[in-house]
């Protein structure tokens, strides 16, 4: 980029000579100025894309303080907030963000994501319900979703994962959450299904590896599931399993999967290892 500022500096200059005009300054300021701002919305994308969390707040709160007019500065620093899990401090970025000019129903997804994460449910609400319904899009379902899900609203959060899940093409987090829900709700068999659907979008998704043998324990099935595994994960979801087992007083499966668990796993197993001592110690009491 520097070669093309110079050109254009030079460009500028030239034509200001020929012309004996003082427009001459003028030409060479707008035209870096623009450059400028070219230069200055790839770093912004870098920053955002690419930078830590930390960083990025710390190099858009500076440039928002430069110029607090501008809504790309502004966007910048509330996603940064974000990004970094400084939920209060991202509330207050997006709400500047959604009273300026300029600012789209996305920024309202923006500050709607950020109450949920600061756990204000309500305002989270308030906010979704004054975006357009036209607005259509993944994250704006998949906050529908977690919201309905915290009001308990079974058919609108199944509406709204199953809407979000067909809006991506990286559905697995979706999908993961949306079990989740059902694995609260006791539908165990539901959620099995949509836990296995992530993994089939992304294998090494150890979450959904987790909660898969959560919602095959609470069916009292105790054998891990055929999916791809590493020897430490099969050890910690064979641990998963043991507790799920004694939770539900099958004592003796669950001390022999803790027994499974610390014999599979490539190191020291220290948390399976304390359970297994203490199971002893109660001789298999709950």
Known sequence: MRHIVNLALATSVAFGIAACQPSGDQEVDKALNELNVIDESGLNDVMMQAADPDEAVSYFQRAAANDPSRIDLQRGLAESLTRANRSTEAVASWKIVVGMPGSTPDDQVGLAESLVRNNQWDEAEQVLNTIPPTHETFERYKIEAVVADANEDWAKADSFYETAAGLTTTPAGVLNNWGYSKLTRGDYDGAERLFTDALRYEPTMFTAKNNLVLARGAQRNYDLPVIAMTQQERAQLLYTLALTA???????????????????????FEEASRALAALDETGGAT
């Not at 539900?248 to 668990?261: E, H, K, T």
């Open 246 to 268: 004694i939770k539900q007083n099958d004592i003796s499966m669950g001390r022999a999967l803790l027994v499974d668990a610390i014999e599979t796993n490539p190191q020291h």
